[in-house]
């Protein structure tokens, strides 16, 4: 499990008079042709976003308290899941546990099983 967690100063900044959100920001400076957008990211880029390490987003991904797709042994964390986070961090104001974006066990199989 990974809490993300916001500092004040991103807090302050989004919700901040008349200034853009971080995600305005980043989707302006993309020009609709830009595709290059990745979909999905490696557990190296998660963890630098997230400011983890990469075991720390390994670790909970195999206890299953971290949204993942698991394509012959390679882990890929969807960019959605990581952009959902921080909107809900954000506009709650408040910690988020990664185990909020996984799915529930199904037919007495856990999802973060291999």
């Known amino acids: 499990m990974l809490k ?11 919700v901040g008079a008349g200034l853009p959100s971080p995600r305005s920001v980043r989707r302006s ?9 990745p ?13 983890v390490s990469a075991m720390a987003v390994y670790r909970a991904v195999d206890e299953g308290g971290f949204p ?13 899941a990581i952009d959902a986070m921080e909107e809900v961090a ?16 199904r037919n007495g199989v856990d999802a973060g099983s291999r």
């Open 4 to 14: 993300l967690m916001v500092p004040k100063w991103a807090v302050t900044w989004t």
């Open 29 to 37: 400076a993309m020009s609709k042709s830009d595709v290059s957008v």
């Open 39 to 51: 979909r999905f990211l490696t557990v190296g880029q998660a963890a630098k976003l997230l400011g």
């Open 68 to 80: 993942a797709v698991r394509t012959r042994g390679r882990i890929s964390i969807p960019a959605k």
């Open 90 to 105: 954000v506009s709650e104001v408040r910690a988020v546990d990664s185990i909020e974006f996984t799915l529930p066990m």
